[in-house]
């Protein structure tokens, strides 16, 4: 007989990104973190390969990325708006995790899933963060993609990109509801 935990599945029913721009100080410290990037780690991998790393961005590497964000966009021929957004994600970020997806060679275990757990481990972080009471976005954004963006901001290797960039901080207010999906419209049920 299965062991309900009402607790979790009330979390899991009600949980809510906090816009990432609403987002101030206090930021977690670095032990207030280690609980959160256990939990993320415990994320499904298949193989065993941990196919994902973290890199913790705190205030100074923000305000360099920032830097970083806009002489890419400008390198880019980005509009002007696009560039200010991509510089304000960073600029008033006041921590973020950076999920590197980091694919590993395996002969059994596809790319593919090696990068979908990659993005179940930003939902483990945002999930893990916002349960220990901290506000919590992930964000990806135009920078993200940019290959010169990770190698010179981040240091990645050419096989790894950013999955997702998970910004924490203390919340400054609740975000209203939105519409989700409804179930009846999305589940196919396959009875043979």
Do not use: Y
């Not at 991998?45 to 961005?57: A, N, S």
């Not at 923000?62 to 960073?90: N, P």
């Not at 050419?158 to 419209?185: C, K, M, Q, V, Y």
């Amino acid at each position: 007989m299965p062991k309900p935990q009402p607790a979790v599945m009330d979390f899991l029913l009600t949980r809510r990104s906090r816009p990432a721009k609403t987002l101030r100080a206090p930021a977690p410290t670095r032990a207030q973190l280690q609980p959160i990037l256990t939990a993320a780690a415990r994320t499904p991998d298949h193989g065993k390969l941990e196919p994902w790393r973290f890199v913790i961005l705190e205030k100074a590497a923000l305000m360099r990325l920032s830097q970083l964000a806009r002489e890419r966009g400008e390198d880019l021929g980005l509009d002007d708006a696009v560039i200010a957004k991509g510089v304000a994600q960073f600029a008033d970020g006041q921590v973020a995790i950076a999920v590197i997806s980091a694919p590993k060679h395996s002969e059994k275990v596809p790319q593919i899933e090696q990068v979908l757990s990659a993005g179940a481990v930003c939902l483990a972080a945002l999930n893990a963060a916002l349960a220990s009471g901290w506000g919590a976005n992930w964000l990806t954004g135009w920078a993200s993609h940019d290959r010169e963006f990770m190698s010179r901001g981040l240091g990645l290797e050419p096989h790894e990109s950013i999955a997702g960039l998970i910004f924490l901080g203390t919340e400054t207010h609740a975000p209203p509801e939105r519409p989700r999906p409804d179930p009846a419209r999305i589940v196919t049920w396959m009875e043979s």
